[in-house]
């Protein structure tokens, strides 16, 4: 009986994830480009100024309060964790395996900057008065490692950031039709000229080519579709006319927008006959 309910209750766990995958995906994505954005202006700043701890407490987080950073490691290893997804989605799993590594790595990191900021003011100079030479001596050894091993954290998890971005790729490839994810890379695409981070050394527009060929009105066709069935009409139309602004003899977008139209129409009779009957409605007010 225990087993049956144990296998029960993993049941409604995969079913409750399944349902729950599009936007998963769609935040693991958007979660790792914010992640991957801290890290490389906490490496631009370590490298003209020294370590910081600023944002660390954010970015990593701790038990009480989850970091973005443990909240997509917890979610990635809540989507590719179990022995199926070894086999169904080797990518995945290594993705999921390298965050895991960099959240370790920033963990150490954190504690070292957290030191080294705390203490950097008070040792050696004001300790000098108390302690003698062989005592700040030891001290001053034992920053000068922690700032070693810091700049080695930062090594080591710029240097998964950038392998686990091929591995995301992938993953994104076999995402190409989760309209959520394509809602999203389209519109961190519209807000590339405010300094959003590339992609494997490429921009947006780059990634949007490599994901759905180039043109890729496909993209915007689907994120129109999803638009129009969430009853988003204003940014289904202008998904849909973006997909032929691309390819102007794209048929899907045409058929999206004559849809569109058709709904729209429906929609102003159905509200038109509700203002005139109700218009024309008696008062239910008893005369005085």
Partial sequence: MQAKELKRLSDME???LRERHQLFV???VKDFFECYAFFKDLKEHVC????????LDFWVGTEEKRGRLWILKDLCHLIWSDSESAIKDSDGVMFDWMIGAIFHEAMKLKENAYMIERY???FPDKAAAILNGTGTKVVQEFFDEMTHEARRSISRI???FEHAQGHLLQVMKGERSNPLLVRFLLEWHERSKEGVIDFLGHG???L???LFGKGFDRAYCLAGESYLEGGWFIEAREAFGKALQINPHCSEAKKGLEFLEKRVRELTAVVGREIKKNSHSPSHDSPL
């Fill in 14 to 16: 995969q079913e409750w």
């Fill in 26 to 28: 769609k935040n693991i």
């Fill in 48 to 55: 003209r100024h020294g370590v910081r701890y600023d944002g």
């Fill in 120 to 122: 950097r003011n008070t």
């Fill in 158 to 160: 710029d240097w998964l």
């Fill in 204 to 206: 947006p527009e780059m």
């Fill in 208 to 210: 949007l080519n490599t």
